[in-house]
């Protein structure tokens, strides 16, 4: 078995900064309070932030292009207030699921249309739509709570499977189908290839645009997705029930490691911003921290993610040139050494 050199484990250290930080975090949460570190508020964290999960890991496809979906909060509310919608209208749990998810395919191919084929840019549309997608689902509900769920619905948000709450087994279907496509299949490494570089992914034969339209589409699809789960958590629908979770999606991606200028990210590290972030706010709570005080931690969270994205990215370019530099001279090396031993043998 091959040593691993001292800049493949700077590099390894680095990608998974964020786990070792959750780690040493929650051992410090579990100090102040040993009923952190119980089992049950294990299973707590999980289905806190299970939505957010759901929503963080296509949105972090969406980043690996380059790109970003700001609108993904409001698609997440308006998804969520449409379906509950439905379901008050016809008392149909499959209609009010097949409206939100229609929904989100909509406004992901509406994001995906106006980036791609437009070449709009991503920020200035999804924060177009971040106000239109809230403001129509403030217009519809008048501002007020969704009640009056159907039973069947509802019981979703309690339901387990196994033994183990729904929310988990959705977030851990998202996270495995997620880690395949992005580590197994031509479809990931066409992601990341045009967040490299979009031009020369062109020249490589990859259809951009159609790419870059379809990780749009997963975003809309599963943020609505998430939207309805949070409803049936609640057993009612706020209009402001996404709200917010375009930056907490976007906190959880980049402390995963996923570069914010596009074409480099690891799934396992979005799960582990997604625990991190869990923690935090597990934690802050059981402490009795102050609401207010939690949303300058998450703020605060979100502006370390930045810059550790941008130091990340240039230890890791800095760690691979070295490498690079090293392997160039061995095999520089590699050529010599035979010249000069036949040197050797002819003068002998």
């Known amino acids: 078995m091959r040593p691993i050199s001292m800049d493949r484990l700077k590099i390894m250290l680095v990608q998974n900064g964020v786990f070792a930080a959750m780690i040493l975090m929650a051992a410090l949460f579990g100090v102040l309070n040993p009923r952190f570190l119980s089992w049950q ?24 292009t380059g790109q970003a979906d700001l609108s993904v909060g409001s698609i997440a509310t308006l998804g969520a207030v449409l379906g509950g919608l439905t379901l008050v209208g016809t008392g149909n749990a499959a209609a009010g699921v097949a409206v939100t998810l229609v929904f989100g395919l909509v406004a992901g191919a509406l994001n995906g249309f106006l980036v791609a084929y437009l070449r709009l840019n991503s920020f200035v549309v999804t924060l177009g739509f971040l106000s239109v997608w809230g403001g129509i689902a403030m217009v519809l509900t008048n501002g007020k709570t969704l009640t009056g769920l159907p039973d069947d619905f509802k019981a979703f948000g309690t339901a387990k499977l196994v033994g183990i709450p729904v929310q988990i087994v959705v977030l851990a279907v998202v996270v495995a189908v997620a880690g395949y496509l992005l580590n197994r299949t031509a479809k990931g490494q066409e992601i990341l290839a045009i967040g490299g570089n979009a031009r020369a992914a062109e020249l490589m034969g990859i259809r951009v645009q159609r790419t870059q339209m379809q990780v749009f589409i997963a975003a809309g699809v599963f943020a609505a997705l998430a939207g309805l789960m949070l409803a049936t958590k609640l057993a009612a629908v706020s209009p402001t029930v996404g709200s917010g979770m375009e930056l907490k999606a976007l906190t959880v991606v980049l402390l995963g490691g996923v570069s914010f200028a596009g074409g480099y990210g690891r799934i396992g590290g979005v799960a582990a911003g997604l625990l991190f972030v869990g923690v935090l706010n597990n934690g802050l709570v059981i402490l009795g921290v102050s609401p207010f005080i939690q949303t300058v931690l998450v703020g605060a969270t979100l502006v370390a993610a930045v810059l550790m994205d941008s130091s990340i990215q240039r230890f890791v370019s800095a760690a691979w040139a070295n490498r690079g530099k090293r392997l160039a001279e061995a095999q520089r090396l590699g050529r010599e050494r035979p010249a000069s031993q036949q040197t050797q043998e002819v003068n002998a």
Request: negative net charge; hydrophobic residues 70%.
């Open 41 to 64: 508020n294990a299973v707590t964290i999980l289905q806190q932030v299970a939505e957010l999960g759901v929503v963080a890991l296509p949105v972090a496809f969406v980043v690996m």
